[in-house]
Structures are given as C-alpha cells and as structure tokens.
C-alpha cells in the first residue's frame, strides 16, 4: 500500500508496510502513483514520456532510470511492500499478556466543573469520592503481581482531580518505593492536573516523584476560560499560570507538557499554542481535539475540518521555523521516530487498554481505561480478585487494528494501531469501530509529523535537528522492557 501527498514543498511517498518514507523529484512522484494504479512499466513510461513532452530537461533515458531506481527499491521490500502483519495480528495477542500501566482515579471529584469534560465533571456519572491509600496499596500489588518479568511499571494518577487527594498520592509513592527494589521493578508515576491545588510541596514532590506530568491549559485567557471554570463559575486562567510556570521551572529537563482541548469556539487553535509557548514560556505542548455529542456547541463539525487541516500544517510549517531559529517546540502529536520505534507489536496491538493498561477507581474496580470508567457493561473485575470479566479481556485483546474492518484501506493503520476503542465506541457502539472524525484529523497529523522528518532529513539547515522525542505517532516509545517480542 502506497500514500503520497505534497506538503512544505516536499513530495512525499509513504510505503505503508515497509514503513518506508521517500521524498522523491516530480517525474518519480507520478512514475510512483502510475504504478499503484496499476499501469504496467511500458505504459507508464509513454503516459509520462507524453506528460513531460515539453520538459527538456526530462528525457526518455530519465524516465527509464527513474523507473529502473523504483524496481530496485521495490526489490528492497521499501516500496509496494506487502502487508507480512495480517496473519499475526492475532497471533500476538493469543500469547500471555501482563499488565504493564495503571490509571489510579484517585479521586472521582474535581474542583473545577469544565463542560466538556468526559468525566462527567470527575464523578465518571457515578458517585463522588476518594481512594483510600489500602484500595491504592492493593492496585499497586495488583500490578506487581501481574507485571510478569516487566521492570517498568507506569502508574498515572489521574481524576478528577487527584490533587485533592494529595496525601493518599504521597503514600502511595512512598509504598512503592518501599518494595520496588526488592520487587525487581521499577515505578514510574505520571501525575495529570488541573492545577488548582498546586502548592511548594506539590511542586517539589512533583519534580522528585514524577517521571511525567501532564498540565490542563486550553490556551489563551478568554479560551481556557470559557469551559474550564471553577464551582461558581469563575475561569482558572489566572490561577493556575503562574504555578504552572512555577512547577516547570523548577521541574528543569524532567518531562512535562501541557494538554489543551480544542473545540468549534477555538478552531484556529494554533493561537493557543503559540501563546503557551511565545507568551507563557512553555515548550511541550499538546492540544487534542474536543470528543462530543454531536450537536453539541462545542463539538467539532464537518465545516470545522478544512480550518482544522490548514491548522495542523500551519503549525509544522511554524515548528520549522523555530527549529531554524534555534527556539524549538515539541507538539505531542508529531512525536514520530522512524528508525526506532514502535516495534511492530505495538503497530499491531495498539495501546493495550483492557489487558496492559487498565484503569483503577476509588473504590478498586478495573475498567479497560479510563474512558470506559462507570459503564458497568465494561467492567473488567477489581483490585482483590483480578480480572473476573476474562470474556471482555478477551475481546479487548483481539481488538486490534485487523479486528477493524473500516480500517483495511488506511494508509494510517500502523501508525494509530486501529484507533481508540472508547470514541469507536461512543461513535459506533462497537469497539471494533472507528471514530471517522477522529481518523481523519489522525492522518493529517501524520502527515504533517512525517514532513518534518523529510525536512529534518532534507533541508541543510536543520541537519542534525531532533524535531520530536524517541516515541510513536500513538505517544509510546518503543523499549527493550517489552514483552511483545517474548
């Protein structure tokens, strides 16, 4: 399977199973799309031969030659490739899988009362409440006992809002660190916040604890504070800035980025993350895409998507930009390395939400993530007596992207591994579905992080550059500590 497209001035040829990128002149670009539509070489050599006709500096023998290069990368297994995955799809999830990640709902309430949110304002439609630090000891255990030979364990506190169980996140920290050595592994904790309840002391555990932290900033004053707004229905801006800035300035190298939704009132979203990073100071930045009932005010539509388009490029066309003049940023959704990463397990598998990842709530039951918290049709079982639900683990599983149907065409699939199985979901009522909407803002994504890798490769002035981390087009770095490859 073959995907071009032109974008930064770039002409770009992705072999989709090879995974192989090609920035290519024009007479291969169209010797290269003649082939995938089926033309045999004579033919295509006199339907360009008649095309470039009045191009002097386009011969017969250049039209050869360029076909003659297509034939050798071809027999390099780097173009028109074919797909060597479909028959062990399901052969890879068939084997024993661990548990590798926990989301910790640490607390189903929150002090802000965004509309948007999915949670359901952090009750997850459910009751309010707080994990005790004895439900958070036994998922940690849960973990270490179902993490096989694994030796990083991810565990991401999450709500809610899980500052306003701050303490119960100290303990729980402090556990850990008690049996990991011992335990052969070791935790890595992700803290995901709102900001209200950041204090000195949030900021130096934080900055001590944490591997990751993940900060809720939509963006400019007048959008961050149109749905993200307290009880009362006063906007955070003002309050949570400044200890953003505070925190991730004595955070140093240490990861961090700031998370941002974008809805149909802030289309041109661009704008909010330039001001996170040119009046804020903030270089790590994500800004997702709203995921509402249609309908709604806020939700994205169909006219939204040519404006949405034009933004993405935009913004790797500005990331170039700051790359040259020294002063770069990293947009989650271009995080992309080509030569290391994803294996093609993870390719294949996706995001392992229901058998290596699971979400934890207060009270101790597991669900496959944190999106399907509170459905009681996606319970999986709890801390105590593991996974009672082994039908639904099943299926979650096999969902992987050959599970999916409407993916078989996509030039995408490897690189989102099928898509999210709550906004399928939630879009289809079927997990093995697809959020259209979503794939579609997906591919122009990748496109957009795959050019700048040709730029990065291609332009002179950005030799040497690292225009995004060592992760996956899905935000997940490959690693040696994976039991994929068992």
Not at 16 to 37: C, K, M, Q, T
Not at 168 to 178: I, P, T, W
Not at 352 to 359: D, N, R, V
Not at 425 to 431: N, Q, S, V
Request: charged fraction near 25%.
């Amino acid at each position: 399977m073959i995907h071009q497209y032109k974008l930064g001035g770039y002409n770009i040829v992705v072999d989709v199973y090879s995974g192989s990128v090609h920035a290519v002149d024009e007479l291969a670009y169209d010797a290269i799309a003649l082939i995938d539509a089926g033309h045999p070489r004579a033919e295509a050599e006199d339907l360009l031969a008649k095309k470039y006709a009045g191009h002097p500096e386009v011969s017969a023998a250049d039209i050869s030659d360029c076909f003659d290069d297509i034939d050798e990368l071809t027999a390099a297994g780097k173009l028109f490739a074919p797909d060597a995955y479909e028959d062990k799809a399901f052969e890879f999830k068939k084997r024993s899988t661990v548990v590798k990640a926990l989301c910790l709902h640490v607390a189903h309430t929150c002090n802000l009362n965004c509309h948007y949110c999915f949670a359901a304002q952090g009750k997850f439609h459910g009751e309010s409440g707080l994990m005790s630090f004895e439900t958070g000891k036994r998922a940690l255990d849960f973990l270490v006992e179902h993490s096989g030979s694994r030796h990083n364990l991810e565990v991401d506190f999450f709500g809610g809002e899980p500052l306003m169980n701050f303490e119960v996140c100290k303990q729980l920290v402090a556990y850990a660190r008690s049996i990991e050595k011992q335990a052969g592994k070791n935790f890595r904790f992700t803290l995901t916040t709102n900001g209200i309840g950041i204090t000195d002391e949030v900021i130096e555990w934080a900055n001590r604890e944490c591997y990751n932290v993940v900060l809720s900033l939509d963006g400019r004053k007048e959008v961050n504070d149109r749905f993200r707004k307290d009880l009362a229905g006063n906007g955070s801006y003002d309050r949570i800035v400044p200890k953003f800035q505070k925190l991730v300035k004595a955070r140093g190298d240490k990861n961090y980025y700031m998370r941002g939704t974008f809805t149909h009132y802030n289309t041109d979203f661009t704008n909010d993350l330039f001001h996170m990073a040119d009046d804020l100071g903030f270089t790590e930045l994500s800004m997702e895409p709203v995921v509402s009932a249609a309908g709604s005010p806020e939700a994205l539509t169909e006219a939204d998507l040519p404006v949405l388009f034009d933004q993405y490029e935009l913004l790797a066309k500005d990331m170039l930009r700051r790359e040259k003049a020294g002063k770069p940023i990293t947009f989650y959704h271009y995080m992309i390395d080509l030569a290391h990463g994803p294996c093609i397990y993870k390719r294949i598998s996706g995001c392992g939400s229901g058998t290596e990842y699971m979400a934890v709530t207060p009270w101790g039951d597991l669900y496959p993530c944190h999106q399907f918290v509170g459905d009681p049709d996606y319970k999986l079982g709890n801390v105590w007596d593991g996974v009672t639900n082994t039908a639904l683990r099943d299926e979650f599983k096999l969902c992987n992207v050959y599970a999916r149907p409407d993916c078989a065409d996509c030039w995408a699939r490897l690189y989102c591994a099928g898509g999210c199985a709550a906004n399928a979901l939630h879009a289809t009522g079927d997990i093995h579905g697809v959020y259209e909407y979503g794939c579609k803002l997906f591919r122009k994504r990748i496109e957009c992080a795959l050019m700048l890798k040709v730029a990065e490769a291609m332009d002179p002035e950005l030799a040497g550059a690292s225009l995004s981390a060592e992760a996956s087009a899905g935000g997940q770095a490959c690693s040696e500590d994976c039991t994929g490859c068992e």
